[in-house]
């Protein structure tokens, strides 16, 4: 599994922030949990990955994260739902 410091602070964008987070009804330590119980992390790039995971009330549905592991921080693009 590629390795992803998730102890570093997150930093979702405002699309994040104002569309899926809403959605799902998640703050900041929800995220976090979220993408510690990621049962997959594929690495898309040379600091991107996207995470697969289903944390939450509804757990037949799944979530996917697209974040970017900067130094200092991640970084959390976007995300998305569905099944897979």
Do not use: C
């Amino acid at each position: 599994m590629p390795e992803l410091d998730l102890d570093k602070p997150l930093r979702p964008s405002k699309h994040v922030r104002n569309t899926w987070m809403r959605k799902w009804d998640w703050d900041v330590h929800d995220l976090r949990k979220a993408l510690k119980e990621g049962h997959r992390i594929d690495k898309v790039g040379r600091d991107k990955y996207e995470v697969y995971t289903r944390y939450g009330a509804q757990r037949r549905r799944s979530r996917k994260l697209i974040v970017i592991d900067y130094p200092e921080e991640i970084f959390i693009i976007t995300g998305a739902e569905g099944s897979y």
